[in-house]
């Protein structure tokens, strides 16, 4: 048997098993999907979002790249982030990171690894602007792990800097941001950053004073 083939053996006897739990299960979700969080995580094989945090399909809509970054000009984030808040009203954006992040040592590396420079590119400048806090810390582990937590708080700064967050927060009081990083070691999500909806900036000049 081909690895590939166990995949959609298991789909079977995963369909077969929902429907025996509960025969409605497919017909509900054909026709809404009515989540209730957004998130953006890593596209790190370990960490699944549906399966640590227990949820059903349907639950959450889910964005992953590397290192869950929120790029300003990241078409593909952008537009699910727009679909997310606009048509399916949202209430909760979490960004997800985790400890032991291959992209962020990557960042902190000043090795080459070809295209995605660009991208953690992104990550290097996160270090930049915390590099007297990162560099205190005595070990490399502690340096990446720091900087994966300053990486997730910089996102969720990133999100409530685009127009198509400050718009929902002024029309609509939502959504809530939330920052958490999910620990390979004991399967954990601590709570890093909490943003309400209409928390001020702290730098202003990325409030946009004429969304209406
Ligand atoms: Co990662």
Known sequence: MNTYDRLLLENKAWAKEKVVEDPQFFERLVNVQ?????????????????????????????????????????????????????????KHIIVCGHYGCGGVKAALSRHSYGIINKWLRNIKDVYRLNSAEIDALSTEDEQVNRLIELNIQSQVLN????????????????????????DLHDGLIR??????????????????????
């Open 34 to 90: 009515r989540p209730e969080f957004l998130w953006i995580g890593c596209s790190d094989s370990r960490v699944p979002p549906d399966q640590i945090t227990q949820t059903q399909p349907g639950e959450i809509f889910i964005h992953r790249n590397i290192a869950n970054l929120v790029v300003h000009t990241d078409l593909n984030m952008l537009s699910v982030l727009q679909y997310a808040v606009e048509v399916l009203e949202v």
């Open 159 to 182: 999100l409530a800097e685009t127009s198509i967050v400050q718009t929902a927060w002024k029309r609509h009081n939502r959504p809530h941001l939330h920052g958490w990083v999910y």
């Open 191 to 212: 709570t890093l950053m909490d943003m309400p909806a209409n928390t001020p900036l702290p730098y202003p000049i990325y409030q946009f004073d004429n969304l209406v």
